[in-house]
């Protein structure tokens, strides 16, 4: 019997959840996102707890978790950019190793892209490490395609990352 997998919104007193999934991505891919270990395991325990709280009730904003057998096993984010663009994005997609064969990363882009397809998004954008090939096949899937967007990467200037959108259909289109 396979585990079964959920995703759900992050509550307001998961601080520590999130705090462990974060350094545990960067442990495993610290050349995906834009802060490093470092910046993860110096913060102190209460911004983690200020980012659950305000992610678990903000509509601009927000942490999915994924969970295994009811174990937390994965982690993305949901937001939209200041105004006036306003642009949707997911980011900080990480899947724990052993469970990454359950898809659970694929639960995660769709239930973070739905959030903010309901919040009002036509368009769901993100931006992924030149570098990491894998990452790119993976968006590519789920159907996501690059603008030719191309940047610095925050925390690692000598690389790139390149920007990459899904469009989301409505309820009206269907």
């Known amino acids: 019997m396979s585990p079964s997998l959920t995703v759900r919104r992050i509550a307001a007193d998961q601080g520590a959840v999130l705090r462990e999934l974060r350094t545990a991505s960067l442990r495993d891919a610290p050349y995906a996102f834009g802060d490093t270990l470092e910046d993860a395991l110096s913060a102190d325990a209460a911004v983690f707890d200020a980012a659950a709280a305000r992610h678990a009730v903000s509509h601009t904003g927000t942490s999915f978790i994924l969970y295994t057998e009811g174990h937390p096993a994965g982690l993305i984010g949901a937001s939209f950019e200041s105004a006036p663009a306003r642009r ?14 359950l898809r659970g990363g694929e639960l995660l882009v769709n239930v973070a892209s739905q959030w903010l397809a309901e919040q009002g998004a036509a368009e769901v954008h993100a931006w992924i ?46």
Do not use: I, K
């Not at 993976?138 to 159907?143: C, I, K």
């Open 88 to 101: 949707a994005f997911v980011s900080a997609l990480w899947v724990a190793p052993a469970v990454r064969h």
């Open 129 to 174: 490490a030149d570098e990491n090939r894998t990452a790119m096949r993976f968006y590519e899937r789920l159907g996501f395609g690059p603008t030719g967007d191309r940047r610095a990467m925050p925390s690692h200037g000598e690389e790139a990352e390149s920007l990459y959108v899904r469009h989301m259909h409505s309820a009206h289109e269907a």
